[in-house]
């Protein structure tokens, strides 16, 4: 479901949408009005909840300001909130529960980081970021006492003082605040593996569209320095994509195990 | 309701129930047998949930080895969770949702700091422990975006390489991790400030009991380096009683709003 035109939005979910249907999983896109208030948003969802026929629920975010995002991510029915942001799923991360859903993009990032054969054991991840939706799931992710987690973990954030000094401690960076190319080579400790989060749009008249897509990390600079590092794009957006599937097949197993 | 004898427990309940007599809160502990299953506590828990003479259910942890304690915390109405514990009051804590209930002994360290003046905005707090019970929402309460808080924030446990280099960053450093006299002085930055939340017990046959209750910090030694430490008896554990009564208030409040 998405609510308005954010044009990021409807790049995500034309994005999702496609991958459903690669890989078989039937999609309906939801296009509410964005007048549409919280009232009449609670009761799509609820009528949504209610429908057998229905394995997951995305609702897009960023909501419009009227809608209390947090309330409506709760009124999803956690057995289809395939998206993770149900207070129930996120509480679940933190208990080390692996009966909900973890969300897509922190989910991604962990499995990138196994796939590349990165180990967290040990070492010290600094999350730049304290977000719902990245910053603090990761962080309780990337804490757990699971295989490849076990990190010594720092959030960073706009508050923190002597920014560069606490980054320069990561043997993983994980980048997740919104600001293109905020995180420079000062910043990063050679060696250390980045995960750039980041999709921010820049104006760039040299491209028909009028934007480029950049990351948190300026990567030109970082790159040559590190051991790893995610594009943008490319990178941890694909893995978000794969991790909203996986979690929706997880949604229909479980709603027809039992 | 206190399942089992464990000691720390008997005297934790005890005091729990003298605090709530002397503010006019009354209590009652119920004490199943050791040998309850599961099944059997969930219906006693379903009971207590739908009594309406009931504010507030707390189940004192630990619980014995064949329940699963996630999922009798889980069991509890979180409307009457004064204890925290439950999947959703600790999601809202992720989410900054300030209509649950906030764990008691984290709840109790923020309450400390405030009264003592220490503003957390921007400093560096290490958390020493990853528990479910201290170390994760506590760490989730100095991150939060409020008056007091702002932290960058720092979870460090048992996997931690170079501990002392990590904790010596510490502007605040939360020792929870249930090890007597773990940190010393080496550990800690002058002028830190140290809030202890270990009461252990260690063998002392000068005393009647033949014990003395130690926090995780060794007192000697460190309280001489730093700005400000709470002390083992007498600290941490008074401010964790306090707060579950402050949650009782806000669950009969909550109760009889509507």
Do not use: W
């Amino acid at each position: 479901m998405r609510v308005g035109d954010d044009p990021a939005s409807v790049s995500y979910v034309t994005k999702k949408e496609k991958t459903s249907a690669e890989i078989g999983i039937s999609s309906h896109i939801i296009l509410p009005p964005v007048t549409i208030t919280q009232t009449e948003l609670f009761a799509l969802i609820d009528r949504l909840n209610l429908d057998p026929a229905i394995d997951g629920i995305l609702v897009q975010s960023p909501l419009p300001k009227h809608i209390n995002e947090v309330a409506v991510f709760r009124r999803v029915s956690p057995e289809k909130d395939v998206d993770g942001f149900h207070t129930l799923n996120l509480g679940k991360v933190a208990q080390e529960d692996d009966t909900g859903f973890v969300s897509c993009t922190p989910a991604g990032i962990m499995e990138l980081l196994a796939r590349s054969g990165v180990d967290l054991k040990g070492k010290h991840v600094v999350v730049l970021g304290r977000s719902l939706i990245v910053g603090k799931p990761v962080a309780l992710l990337a804490l757990q006492k699971k295989a490849g987690a076990n990190g010594t973990v720092t959030i960073c954030h706009s508050q923190t003082r002597d920014l560069p000094a606490i980054t320069r401690l990561a043997d993983v960076l994980i980048a997740a605040i919104g600001r293109p190319e905020f995180v420079t080579a000062d910043m990063v400790k050679p060696g250390a593996v980045i995960i750039d989060v980041g999709i921010n749009r820049v104006p760039d008249p040299s491209k028909k569209s009028g934007y480029r897509l950049v990351g948190d990390v300026h990567f030109p600079t970082v790159s040559s320095l590190c051991a790893k590092i995610t594009p943008v794009p490319g990178g941890v957006g694909p893995m978000t994509v794969a991790m909203l599937m996986s979690n929706t097949i997880k949604a229909h197993h479980l709603a027809n195990a039992g």
